[in-house]
C-alpha cells in the first residue's frame, strides 16, 4: 500500500519519447505554417506579375495600332493581342480604347480611368468590378501628334485563370510542406531511439542489479555516457556510495555487536549455570556482566548515532558550560566510587558553540568517563573550557598513567585496548564514539600526554560574527 500511493504521487506524465517527439514536430508545423503563408503570399505576386506582364504586352500590341490618318485616331485591332490572353479557364477579355471621353471601340462602361493619374506611356494595373465580375485592367496614355486629347487604352480580364492557378500552386506547396513533415516524422522516430539508446543502456545498468541476490552498490558501468546524462549518472553513484557506507555502517555495527556480545553472553551463561547450582558469587558476577553488557550496547548505539549516514540536523547553539555540568552530574555517582574527583575550569560566562547538544554529551561523557575509568586511586579529572578570538575549546585531562607514544596514533580506533586498559573493564569504543562525533561537528580533536596523564581537547573554531556577553553564572 505505502508503495502504490508513492507511485501514485508522482503523478502520470507523457513518455520522454513522445515529449520529444512533440518538442521536434510542433516547432516544425509551426515553421511549415509560416512558410505556407509566406509562400502563397509569394505565390499570389507571382501570379500576378505573370499574368500582368501578358496583359501588358497585349496592351502594347493594341496601343501600337493607333495611329493619325487626316487628322484622325484610326485603329486596327490585332487577333494576336486578344490570342495572348487565352487560357484554358476561358478568362473573358475587355477593351476600351477613347479619346479623352470620347469612345473610339470597345465597351463604354468599362471603368474609365483617372485620366490625370496616367502616366504617359506607362502601363498601370488595377482591380475593378465589371458587370458583376471581379477584373484586372491594364491601361495607358498615348499622346498622339495633331490630337488635343490623349488616347487612353485598356485591356480587361476576368481572374478566372489567376485564381486557378494560385490554387494549383498553394495546392502543390501544402503537398509539399505535408510529405516535408511526413518524412521529417518517420525519419525523427528512428533518430530518437539512436539519441535515446545510452539513456536505456543506464537504465538497464540500473535494472541488472535488481536480479543479483546481494546488492550490487558499486558504480554503474553503463559505457560511455553523453554529456546530459553523465550528471544524472554520477548523482546515483553518489547515492550509491552513501548506500553503500550506510550499508556498511550497519554490517559493521552488527559484526561488532556480535563480536562484542558474545564474551558478556557467554559469562552470563556460565554464570546463570553456577547460580542454578547455589554459587553464592554468581548472582553478583551476573549483576557485573549485565552492567558490562549494558555499557556495552550504549556505546555501540552512541557510536552508531555518530557514525549515522546523511545529513545532521541545522546546527544549533549550545552552551558547553551546561554539558559540562550536566556530564559531572551524571559522572559523580562514577567518580566517588572511583576515588578521583572532579573538577570545573571556566571563566564566568556563556560558552557557546554551533552543535548537537546530544553528540556534545556523548562526547564529554565518554572523555570523563575515560578519565575516571583509567585514572588512579585520589587521582584528579578535570573538564577546562576556554575560549580564544579563534575558537572555543572543551578539555578533560587527568593524572593517570596516560598513554605510550606508540598508542597516541592508535587512539580512537575501534575496539582497540591500549597498554595503559589492561586489566580494566571498557569495550574499546570511547575515543572512537568521539572521534567519529567531532568529526560530524566539524571540530578538532587533539590527544596529549601530559606525564603523568592524559588531556583530550576538543577545539571548535570561532563563528565570525558571533557576540559573547560575560556573565556571572547563575548561583
Avoid at 485620366?115 to 458587370?131: D, K, S, V
Avoid at 492557378?165 to 518524412?183: C, D, F, T
Avoid at 546523511?310 to 550536566?326: F, K, Q, S
Wanted: no cysteine; glycine share 8%; net charge neutral.
Amino acid at each position: 500500500m505505502p508503495a502504490e500511493a508513492h507511485s501514485g504521487s508522482r503523478g502520470r506524465t507523457l513518455a520522454l519519447r513522445t515529449r520529444l517527439l512533440a518538442a521536434m514536430l510542433v516547432p516544425l508545423l509551426a515553421v511549415a505554417i509560416l512558410l505556407g503563408l509566406a509562400g502563397a503570399t509569394l505565390i499570389a505576386d507571382v501570379v500576378r506579375r505573370a499574368n500582368d506582364r501578358v496583359m501588358g504586352g497585349a496592351l502594347g500590341a493594341i496601343a501600337d495600332t493607333v495611329q493619325v490618318e487626316g487628322g484622325a485616331v484610326t485603329l486596327d485591332l490585332p487577333p494576336a493581342a486578344f490570342a495572348m490572353l487565352e487560357n484554358a479557364e476561358r478568362d473573358n477579355i475587355y477593351y476600351r480604347v477613347a479619346v479623352g471621353d470620347t469612345l473610339l471601340t470597345g465597351y463604354p462602361d468599362l471603368s474609365p480611368p483617372d485620366i490625370a493619374a496616367l502616366t504617359a506611356e506607362a502601363p498601370r494595373y488595377r482591380y475593378a468590378r465589371f458587370r458583376g465580375q471581379d477584373v484586372r485592367i491594364a491601361e495607358v496614355r498615348r499622346a498622339l501628334p495633331g490630337i488635343a486629347a490623349p488616347v487612353i487604352v485598356q485591356v480587361a480580364e476576368t481572374l478566372d485563370s489567376r485564381k486557378a492557378l494560385r490554387r494549383r500552386l498553394i495546392a502543390a506547396l501544402v503537398a509539399g510542406e505535408l510529405v516535408l513533415v511526413g518524412v521529417a516524422s518517420l525519419l525523427i522516430r528512428p533518430a530518437l531511439s539512436w539519441s535515446l539508446r545510452p539513456l536505456a543502456t543506464l537504465r538497464g545498468a540500473v535494472a541488472a542489479r535488481d536480479t543479483r541476490a546481494t546488492p550490487d552498490l558499486s558504480p554503474l558501468e553503463a559505457g560511455p555516457l553523453p554529456e546530459e546524462l553523465r550528471p544524472l549518472a554520477e548523482a546515483f553513484d553518489h547515492l550509491l556510495a552513501r548506500l553503500d557506507a550506510a550499508t556498511a555502517g550497519m554490517r559493521r555495527f552488527t559484526a561488532d555487536a556480535s563480536h562484542q556480545m558474545r564474551t558478556p553472553l557467554s559469562v552470563l551463561k556460565v554464570q546463570v549455570a553456577l547460580a542454578r547450582r547455589g554459587d553464592p558469587d554468581a548472582l553478583r558476577e551476573i549483576a557485573d556482566a549485565a552492567d558490562r553488557l549494558e555499557r556495552l550496547v550504549t556505546q555501540l548505539l552512541a557510536l552508531a548515532r555518530a557514525e549515522e549516514a546523511g545529513a545532521l540536523p541545522p546546527l544549533e547553539d549550545v552552551d558547553l558550560r551546561e554539558v559540562a555540568i550536566a556530564v559531572i552530574n551524571r559522572r559523580i555517582g562514577q567518580a566517588i566510587e572511583a576515588g578521583v574527583e572532579l573538577d570545573l575550569v571556566a571563566a564566568p560566562g556563556t560558552f557557546v558553540v554551533p552543535g548537537h547538544r546530544t553528540l556534545l554529551f556523548e562526547i564529554v561523557s565518554n572523555l570523563l568517563d575515560n578519565a575516571i575509568r583509567y585514572n588512579r586511586a585520589g587521582g584528579l579529572a578535570v573538564l577546562t573550557i576556554e575560549r580564544t578570538d579563534a575558537e572555543t575549546t572543551i578539555a578533560v585531562a587527568d593524572d593517570g598513567p596516560g598513554l605510550p607514544a606508540a598508542d597516541l596514533a592508535r587512539a580512537g580506533q575501534r575496539f582497540v585496548r591500549l597498554a595503559s586498559s589492561a586489566g580494566r573493564e571498557g569495550s574499546g569504543l570511547g575515543l572512537a564514539i568521539v572521534r567519529s562525533a567531532a568529526q560530524r561537528l566539524g571540530a578538532e580533536l587533539a590527544i596529549i600526554n601530559t606525564d603523568p596523564g592524559l588531556r583530550v581537547t576538543l577545539a571548535f573554531p570561532q563563528v565570525p560574527g558571533r557576540q559573547f556577553i560575560e556573565t556571572d553564572p547563575p548561583s
